[in-house]
């Protein structure tokens, strides 16, 4: 009896939480108030219920208007388009394109490890939470082909800073395997910190930018949470390691 009555309380906390516990705000859409969970177990206060976004929606978006990542007039590869980022970058592009093997609405529907697409035709690629879906090293190299030089291409994963090394078993193929080893049943690995040298290894420069504590409650962003910047050497348009403020 003391078991199911503790069971209780704790669905009782999670239902109790899931319509948010104290206001934010949303750069991506400029909505004021509770945000909703999300996720399986579920993260608390990370959903806009105005726009959807979630917490590297909102990273991506401030570091923008805060660094200026997004060149003027600039040609950009959005990898699995999400909605409010893709809004977002639309309007700021001069040419906006969309790639993804299974979206019907995506201007390029190709593997990312193979797209196709013409070599150095863009300044500028977003690829957010792909990465560990697919072949990662042969991803990060056509990331590099397909970029201008001095281009750059804005990646964001999954990462136990804690691990020397990314963790992956190619044996594990089953939906729920993979959703007990990596977090999702889609994904085939979490990365450990040796992700910056696969980055490095298809010929990258690479810098860093992180959310710093004064903006994670304000805008419900994940602690820690970075946006890796990988610039392809040529022309002088660099992006240097920074800290979101």
Known sequence: MPRIVAQLKLLAEVARRYKGSLPRDCPACGYHGAFHAEGMPPRFDVKCPRCHSLERHRLFVLTDRSLGLIRENAELLHVAPEAIVAQY?????????????????????APLENTMLPEASFDHVVCSHVLEHVDDRRALKELYRILKPGGTAFLMVPI???????????????????????????HVRWYGRDFRQRVLDAGFELSEITTDSSNFIRYALQKGEKIFVARKPGSDNSTCASQLS
């Open 160 to 186: 136990v800073e804690g691990w020397d090394s990314t963790y992956e078993n190619p044996q594990l193929t089953s939906p729920f395997q993979r959703e007990i080893h990596f977090g999702q049943n889609d």
């Open 89 to 109: 970058l639309r309007d700021k592009c001069k040419r906006y394109v969309t790639l993804d093997l299974s979206m019907e609405e995506a201007d390029v529907k």
